[in-house]
Each structure stands twice: as C-alpha cells, then as structure tokens.
C-alpha cells in the first residue's frame, strides 16, 4: 500500500502537481516514523511539495525529521536540500534584467522602437556600478526570520502534555503509564505516533481518565499491566528512547534503579531517575512530567532542578522535566508488609497471655481447670 503510494505520489510530483503529493503521502505519517527508510522517503517528497508550493517552514521541518534515518543517502539528500531551503535570498540588481515593452499591437510596439531609438543616440549609457568592497556581512536578519517562522509553526502546530506516570503495587511490583494530552479534540503526529508505539509494547486504554489538558480537549492514558520492577524500569526507559526516536533527536539512555531491603515488617525502597535533557532544547508548548504514587512527600532526598510537588487529591508526586539539563530524582521511603505486621501483632499477643499465665502461677491460683 505505501509503496502504490509511493509510486503515485512521485508521478504527482514530475507532473507539478505538489498539492496531489501532500494529500497522498501526509496519512502515511502516522504508519511510518522518519527514523524509517520509507518515513524517510515519504518526508522528503513531502519536502520538495511544500518547497513547490512555496510554504518554505514546512519544508524544512520535514527535513529535520529525515537526520534519525538509517540510510545515509537520504540523510545527505535531506541536508543537501536543507541547505537550500536555509540559504539567505538575495536581491537581484535591477541592472540585472530588462523590462520587455508592451506588444498588444503593433503600432504601439513601432512608436517605442522608434523613441528606444531616439532615446539610445542622445543619452549615454549610465557608468557601471563601483565594485564591493568590505567584508562580506552574515545574513542575520534571515536566520532571525526563519528562527520565527519555526516558532509560529510549532505555535499554530498546538500544546503538548506528556505525563509518564509510576504507581508502586507492593514490594517489587510497578505499574508504567503515560498520559497524552493537547488541546485540541485531534492529537497532534507525534502523539498519535507515541500512542501506537504504547500499544503495541502491550500498553492498553486505562480505565481511568485523568484529564490535564481541560475540557474540551485531547485526553488519552495508556497504562501497562502490573510488572517485576526491574522489567517495569526498563519498559520505561524504552518507552523514553522511543519518544526521543520519534521526534528525531538523540538522547543519552536515561538511568533508572529501584534498590529494596526486606525487613520482614516491611521493604525499604530506594528509587533514583536520572534523565538527560541536556541536548534537547526547550519547545514552545511541550511539557513532559514523571508522576510516582503513593508516594509521601518526606520521601524525597534529592530532585533537581525542579521539585516534585504534591498533586492535589492524591498521594503522588509530580515531578516535572527540564529541556536543556540533567534532571535527577532520589526516593526512600518504607512500603509496609501486612503480613508481617500481622505476624507481629500474633506474636505481641502470645507474649502477653504468657505473661500473664506466668503471673497467675505465681499468686498461687495453678493452671487453669476445667470445671468439674
């Protein structure tokens, strides 16, 4: 099927028909990720159909996506063609061109020839313009706007919520979930990307909705079933790489560890996040956050640079990341055993009716009989 498309979308394209090649290959965005060889092929058809219909900003997003690709000769057909679509436009001498009269008939055409020819014996030609000279200056005010145009397209393109969230089940038992949420009714790409990424590492729809966007707007929870710690930290971490991967930037592998002691009355837990967001810059509309609950504020060691904050209503803690630094965040806290506490409680009470067994010996009154 995208291979036909494919194949359309580039008849469409020798043919000039550029708006034939957005509405072909746009619906295969959400299939077929950049960081693949047809996503890539894909977004640099799309490219050239935006820089045909003269929506430049478009075009060199779709370039920026292509750099995750595997293949490298479509990585430099990317760079190549982003290279022109960056390039300063220059203004063309009006010495340059020639202005061609008006031929609607042909006395008018005769009457100019005839004063061009009058005019050509009694003025001279103007001198040539002087030489350059100076240093050549760089085009600054073309990167400034093309940094706005940029800005404005991810403006108009809409906000973005990314909640990952991580519920403690009971000793050595996690629960992974992520919330997406804009506010728009749609989802935006890569949301809807994200979200078919989720499900087919086994995420399914949560019964429970929590809304962050407000009403009226895009609202979607996928949670995963109740794992072992380590596997459930390491589906989070691939979850994270997954996200960096669809939106076409590198990231370091984030650090995650869950550290427990079994105290038979309880577990003593240690919890350590680190995340590396020291290479990828701020976006205007796009926040991403780790919830963890039930989790008591006094659990918190370390939490940098931003704090994690009670979220109201619940036992949990928000802790929102940072674009452009290290973001690091340290737990300890106890998760109480019922069974051993109930096993405590037996003991403490065998205890005390020995006690006072002992106690009703030493007054003299013997064990106790049955009655005759």
Known sequence: MAEDLL????????????????????????????????????QLLLATAWMGRGDNARAILCCRLIKRCRDASLRAQATDLLTVLEAPALERPRDWSITLPDLGSAEAVGGQMQQLARGRRSIKPPPP?????????????????AVLLLLVTLLLGGCTEVHSELTFKGPGRLQ???????????PEPWARQFGRTLQSQGFHPARELKSFAGAGGFNQRLESRVLAAPEALALLAANLSAAADLAGVALPPPHFQLRERNWLLGVRQSLELAVDLRGLTALPGFSAAIDLGPVAPGAVRLASP????????????????????????????WRWSALGLGGALIAMALVLVLALER????LGFGLPELPA
């Open 7 to 42: 194949a359309a979308a580039h008849l469409a394209l020798d043919r000039g028909d550029y708006g034939q090649v957005v509405r072909l290959l746009e619906p295969l965005n959400i299939d077929h990720p950049a960081a693949t060889v047809i996503g890539a092929e894909i």
């Open 359 to 362: 106690l009703r010996r030493l």
């Open 176 to 186: 992974v979930a992520h919330g997406l949420s804009s506010p728009g009714p749609q």
């Open 306 to 333: 931003e704090s994690a904050a009670v979220i109201s209503g619940r036992a949990a803690l928000h802790w929102p990341l940072r674009f452009g630094a290290s973001n690091t965040l340290q737990l300890s806290c």
């Open 129 to 145: 313009p002087p030489p350059p000279v100076g240093p050549t200056r760089a085009p600054v005010g073309f990167a400034v706007l």
